[in-house]
């Protein structure tokens, strides 16, 4: 049986793999650094999903607006993101960005048991093709999940 829905998930459209990937995040999440400084995260920001692919970032004194979808191929989840706006006030770090080009950037995302979820570089490939994670830099936390 379990050969079998294995089966039936390869046969699926990307798309649809999308929404069972268990990660469709709505509303305000808390992402925390995992590097740590006295204890505490070296940077915390609130990333709000909205409505239509909308998306803002509270770092700092910056607030970012981006457009946003959520992917799964293969290698597994990414949030894609495109920079729209930014007020250009220090971030979480205390860096002033430079405006950024309205490209796409991906961020490889590892849904957690609790609602946690991993923020990660994106996977290697062991030499047979399995997909190998490592180096997770931070974790996003649904806010009414934060203690």
């Known amino acids: 049986m379990k050969i079998l829905t294995a089966l039936l998930l390869l046969a699926l459209p990307a798309t649809v793999l999308a929404q069972d990937a268990g990660f469709q995040p709505d509303g305000d999440w808390l992402f925390r650094t995992d590097?740590?400084?006295d204890g505490r995260p070296v940077c915390s920001e609130t990333w709000t999903?909205?409505?239509g692919g909308?998306?803002?970032?509270?770092?700092?004194q910056e607030v970012v607006e981006k457009q946003y979808r959520i992917e799964t191929d293969r290698d597994g989840t990414w949030i894609v993101t495109k920079t729209l706006s930014s007020n250009g006030k220090p971030d979480c770090m205390g860096d002033v960005s430079v405006p950024a080009p309205p490209v796409e950037r991906r961020t490889y995302v590892v849904p957690m048991n609790g609602g946690v979820v991993l923020t990660c570089p994106a996977p290697t490939r062991t030499p047979?093709?399995?997909p190998y994670i490592s180096g997770c830099y931070g974790r996003i936390t649904p806010?009414?999940?934060?203690g």
């Open 35 to 37: 590097a740590r400084q």
């Open 49 to 51: 999903f909205g409505e």
């Open 54 to 60: 909308q998306m803002t970032v509270h770092s700092g």
């Open 128 to 130: 047979d093709g399995t």
């Open 143 to 146: 806010m009414d999940q934060v």
